[in-house]
């Protein structure tokens, strides 16, 4: 029998045309035609769709991904996957967020996008398509990015070039699976989940980033009382400047006044370890929280997740160490 597949489309390049006189991208319901496009989608799974809003992804809100997991949720167990086709953008915030909003998924969840819109001749769009939806009846009960072949759990993945077709990568994970002439899906790195299916709607994004540059000024940063998280962006494997000790005094005097801190590493890929320097180790003395080998966008996300679901802050804090989906590695 056919596998069920649920197709979310929220916009992004993937189904945008251009305009005609000005020769921007622009959304569009191009599901409308999809089956006349690509026909092949119908032999791999029955498709139903749902376009809960069409935009470029970098629109993207807290409420559009609380959307997107209850349409999700309200159609679990009906279907044997999901879609979601989504702008390339933001779409690895949206794979993050939805990891832990998503508990203990009963079936995949695939996000997909393209680099060119489905409409062009030499489009990614066709190939990246077909992939999620097979991917999507596979049985992988994460959530999930499918790229350029690659099948990527969604919350290890970042947006790493604008015009190449290898446009997502994990860099601290490795593929869930590689998709050649055969679909190798490395089990062993797949999630089982344990227990029922549960859905988080909750969410708060009283969130300041703090990225340091040699010579920066902190003082022209003040996030307000109502801030409850801080991610303090340092170098390297989390070091931050101690001579003149302005930024260390800042995150003590963050702390003092409840909030949560994090530090992470600039860098692309490996873990941030700010044990190793004499700066992050302070910083981790005084209660600062190490995004290990976190991406910048599982991160903010979980820190967003956590501050919904606890009103107090040492809970998020306490949580936020913990693997809730699979984002770090302890
Ligand atoms: N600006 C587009 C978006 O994120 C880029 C894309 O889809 O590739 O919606």
């Not at 998280?229 to 340092?234: N, T």
Request: proline share 7%; hydrophobic share 40%.
């Amino acid at each position: 029998m056919k596998k069920k597949v649920l197709l979310i489309h929220t916009g992004g390049t993937i189904g945008m045309v251009r305009d005609t006189e000005s020769g921007v991208l622009k959304p569009d319901r191009f599901y409308d035609s999809l089956l006349k496009v690509i026909p092949e989608l119908d032999q791999l799974a029955e498709i139903q769709v749902e376009i809960p809003f069409l935009f470029d992804s970098s629109d993207m809100d807290l409420g559009h991904w609380e959307t997107l997991g209850r349409v999700i949720a309200d159609h679990i167990p009906g279907v044997d996957g999901v879609v979601i086709t989504h702008g390339t953008d933001t779409l690895a915030y949206t794979a993050s967020a939805l990891s832990y909003m998503l508990e203990n998924l009963p079936v995949p969840v695939i996000l997909t996008g393209a680099q060119k819109p489905l409409s062009d001749l030499r489009s990614d769009a066709r190939s990246n398509l077909i992939n999620a939806v097979e991917m999507a009846a596979s049985g992988v009960r994460e959530v999930a990015v499918v790229f350029d072949d690659k099948l990527l759990r969604g919350n290890r993945t970042t947006k790493v070039h604008t015009s190449h077709f290898d446009a997502f990568h994990s860099p601290n994970f490795p593929p869930l699976a590689e998709i050649g002439i055969n679909i190798e899906i490395a089990w062993s790195q797949v999630r089982t989940p344990q227990g029922p299916f549960r859905f988080h709607p909750e969410m708060e994004g009283s969130i300041a980033v703090l990225k340091l540059f040699p010579g920066i000024r902190p003082q022209y940063f003040q996030p307000p009382r109502e801030c409850r998280g801080i991610i303090l962006i340092g170098y390297g494997a989390g070091t931050v400047p101690m001579k003149y000790g302005e930024i260390v005094h800042k995150a003590e005097e963050w702390i003092n006044q409840g909030r949560v801190v994090v530090l992470m590493s600039e860098t692309k890929a490996g873990p941030t370890d700010p044990r190793l320097y004499e700066s992050g180790s302070h910083l981790l003395e005084i209660g600062v929280l190490p995004a290990w080998d976190m991406t910048f966008e599982a991160a903010v996300t979980k820190l967003i997740h956590l501050m919904g679901c606890h009103c107090d802050n040492p809970s998020v804090r306490h949580d936020f160490l913990q693997p809730i989906a699979g984002e770090m590695t302890l």
